[in-house]
């Protein structure tokens, strides 16, 4: 079992930076791959990162590239997603997830989830 509570979401105007945190506790959450996905009004849920057990191989969505960054602290079973040059598109119900020992794309091969963190971007 793998608990993930998201935090770090707010309201903040276009061109502006948010930091979004993903705690997550239990027996395997530092050998999980994680991602960031993220759910718009109206909108389905999309993958905006991805990042390997180790760290070393991050993914992500063509629309954040170059502005956001994730990454994670395994001594702190912690997981990043360091958004900078915000924009109204961005604004979400953002979420982690975790799954076995890769990270995935695709939403349905996650395990587990958090209940996630609302990221608003005023133009």
């Known amino acids: 079992q793998v608990q993930l509570v998201e935090s770090g979401g707010g309201l903040v105007q276009a061109g502006g930076s948010l930091r979004l945190s993903c705690a997550a506790s239990g027996r395997t959450a530092s050998s999980s791959g994680m991602g960031w996905f993220r759910q718009g009004p109206g909108k389905e849920r999309e993958f905006v990162a991805g990042i390997s057990v180790s760290g070393r191989t991050r993914d992500y969505a063509d629309s954040v590239k170059g502005r956001f960054t994730i990454s994670r602290d395994n001594a702190k079973n912690t997981v990043y997603l360091q958004m900078n040059s915000l924009k109204p598109e961005d604004t979400a119900l953002y979420y982690c997830?975790?799954?076995?020992?890769?990270?995935?794309?695709?939403?349905?091969?996650?395990?587990?989830w958090g209940q996630g963190t609302q990221v608003t971007v005023s133009s």
């Open positions: 997830a975790a799954r076995g020992d890769y990270y995935s794309t695709e939403a349905g091969t996650y395990d587990y």
